[in-house]
């Protein structure tokens, strides 16, 4: 069983979103999300439109993902990754280099962003209307 783990916030799910969780699916046999609590992106200087148990429920409905759990802090991922038996740990690369430090027990990947879309764009593009 290969396991991919990725982390995000995931809100107002967008094609951006479901490309990058293809993809990671692709790399894998299992495909985990750690998903920020509503909490944790204050921490991350995030507001979240849509609360967590519904971007929870997006995620599980999406073909690709097959579990999802919170993340809540920065320093949690080492331990979600022995307790996953993750092979892969790979994230959108905007966070290229961020997470090279846990090479020593996962694969480390960083997958082209979608060009184009965000949720910061669809933001401010709600705001106009
Ligand atoms: N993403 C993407 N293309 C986009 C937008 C997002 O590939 N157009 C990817 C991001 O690179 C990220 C994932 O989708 O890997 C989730 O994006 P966000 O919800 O913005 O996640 P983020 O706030 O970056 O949280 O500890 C890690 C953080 O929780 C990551």
Redesign the pocket.
């Known amino acids: 069983m290969k396991t991919v783990v990725?982390?995000?916030?995931?809100?107002l799910f967008?094609?951006?979103?479901v490309?990058?969780?293809k993809r990671l699916k692709s790399l894998g046999d299992k495909l985990v999300v750690?998903?920020?609590t509503d909490e944790?992106?204050l921490v991350?200087g995030?507001k979240t439109i849509i609360p967590y148990a519904d971007r929870r429920e997006v995620l599980l409905a999406c073909q690709y993902v097959d579990d999802v759990f919170e993340?809540n802090t920065?320093e949690q991922?080492r331990e979600d990754l022995i307790r996953e038996q993750a092979t892969i740990f790979?994230?959108?690369?905007?966070?290229a280099g961020?997470?090279d430090d846990l090479q020593d027990i996962v694969e480390v990947l960083?997958?082209?962003?979608?060009?184009?879309?965000?949720?910061?764009e669809l933001k401010t593009v709600i705001n106009q209307i």
Not at 6 to 11: A, E, K, L, V
Not at 114 to 120: G, H, L, P
């Open positions: 990725t982390y995000g916030t995931f809100d967008h094609v951006g979103h490309r990058l969780l750690g998903l920020s944790f992106n991350k995030k993340e920065w991922k790979a994230m959108g690369d905007d966070w961020k997470f960083y997958l082209p962003r979608t060009q184009d879309i965000s949720t910061t």
